[in-house]
């Protein structure tokens, strides 16, 4: 296992489309997170799983955003009806419990949307 | 509410200097900081983190300050290298939150 990895890297779209993207986080953490970084800003989060079970949405996550991850693995970020306003790179990440001196909060490298 | 702010978005050192990142967060009950590095066009990069209950941590090249009295957070980088240019960020978390709560970015760039 080599780190958090996120698929595609790269997605144009044309407003209105629907989009779904993927996250594999490292296997052996349990927690993982949706970030969404615009230009010349840090990452904004934007979702949390513990396992399977999502735990805090933010304000940031409109309807037309949807995030899964059915089997405490793997995890998608759908985003229907896509708007411009929707590019960015969309970052996951993935922690293990606390209680470790390094909760290991590691990132993949993103999904970069562009809606055109 | 809640922020992670930096105080110069811009910081330019020469190769072989100390280089001093700053950053000031305003949340008393953060209790977990990090440092990460991002380059162009890549996912933020995991540099050191310490924990409210330290004051300073080391690790290879790079050193973290943390004084909760005034609420700073400093990143040190020993004898900076042309590898080290990117945006660095700082990043916390309130107690009993998962979430990060990210600063703007400092940009790193190195002078040959």
């Known amino acids: 296992d080599t780190g958090v990895s996120q698929n595609p890297r790269h997605k144009i779209t044309k407003r209105g489309q629907n989009v779904t993207f993927r996250c594999d986080p490292i296997?052996?953490?349990?927690?993982l997170y949706w970030y969404r970084q615009t230009l010349g800003q840090g990452p904004e989060f934007l979702t949390y799983?513990?396992?399977?079970?999502?735990?805090?949405k933010s304000r940031l996550l409109s309807d037309r955003f949807s995030a899964e991850r059915p089997k405490g693995s793997f995890s998608t970020l759908e985003i229907q009806r896509t708007e411009q306003g929707d590019s960015a790179m969309y970052l996951c990440?993935?922690?293990?419990?606390?209680?470790?001196?390094?909760?290991?909060?590691?990132f993949g490298s993103g999904t970069r949307l562009t809606v055109v | 509410g809640e922020s992670v702010g930096l105080h110069l978005p811009t910081l330019s050192v020469q190769e072989g200097d100390n280089s001093i990142i700053n950053c000031a967060y305003s949340?008393?009950?953060?209790?977990?900081f990090i440092w990460y590095k991002q380059e162009s066009g890549k996912g933020p990069q995991f540099i050191i983190d310490?924990?409210?209950?330290?004051d300073k941590r080391q690790g290879q090249r790079v050193t973290v300050l943390l004084n909760k009295t005034v609420k700073h957070l400093s990143l040190q980088i020993a004898a900076t290298q042309p590898g080290d240019s990117a945006v660095y960020f700082c990043?916390?978390?309130?107690?009993?939150?998962?979430?990060?709560?990210f600063g703007q970015g400092t940009r790193l760039t190195i002078n040959p």
């Open positions: 990440a993935s922690s293990s419990s606390p209680g470790l001196i390094n909760y290991g909060y590691t």
């Open positions: 296997s052996e953490h349990n927690r």
């Open positions: 799983f513990q396992n399977e079970a999502q735990l805090e």
């Open positions: 949340n008393s009950a953060s209790d977990y």
């Open positions: 310490i924990r409210s209950n330290m």
């Open positions: 990043a916390e978390k309130i107690q009993g939150a998962q979430k990060l709560v």
